[in-house]
């Protein structure tokens, strides 16, 4: 059996560590952004994949559902069909700007959120969970979809394309 104060310290390492992969993930799409232009944002590689702007549409939504809603408590207020709908266009840098904002309330929802409510049942998007699960859930949502940012982003750009990393020592690889 785990003590109580070993628990709390996997708990805040556990929330700390969910804030540090969603940073990630950002940093990687927003790598992404800079070397796209804003048509290539809303571009759709082909006509059954999404368009990179409708990625991040989704991934807002998602994250404002479950982080916001179903470890915050606020008001469940996702429209899930309307991501996915050919709306008008936003502009990059005004889009990776409201995803940032939405990352904000996130870090601010996981600092206040107590961690001893991990195991906490909830029921979001129809389906039974509980908090540790649906963060679990949500980040590896995020970095799935990062991934495919990047790759369409390749895609777009061949060899022009700029790593978001590099191996530069034999122990990284290079």
């Known amino acids: 059996m785990i003590a109580r104060s070993e628990f709390a310290e996997l708990a805040n390492a556990f929330l ?4 540090a992969a969603i940073a990630q993930e950002y940093r990687r799409i927003q ?3 800079e070397q796209l232009t804003d048509e290539q944002i809303w571009l759709r590689p082909a006509p059954h994949v999404n368009a990179i702007g409708t990625i991040v549409r989704h991934l807002c939504g998602n994250m404002r559902q479950w982080f916001l809603h179903g470890v915050g408590g606020e008001e469940d207020v996702r429209c899930r ?4 709908a050919d709306a008008a266009p936003i502009p990059r840098k005004e889009l990776l700007e409201q995803f940032a904002d939405l990352l904000r309330d996130i870090y601010d929802t996981l600092d206040a959120f107590d961690g001893s409510r991990l195991l906490e049942g909830r029921q979001i998007q129809g389906s039974d969970t509980n908090v540790l699960s649906a963060i679990y859930s949500t980040v590896t949502h995020l970095e799935g979809h990062a991934q495919q940012i ?3 982003t390749h895609l777009y750009l061949g060899e022009k394309y700029l790593p978001f990393w590099r191996p530069e020592s034999a122990a990284q690889g290079a």
């Open 31 to 33: 790598h992404c952004f």
């Open 81 to 84: 069909p309307a991501e996915f």
């Open 150 to 152: 990047v790759y369409i």
């Open 16 to 19: 700390e560590e969910t804030k």
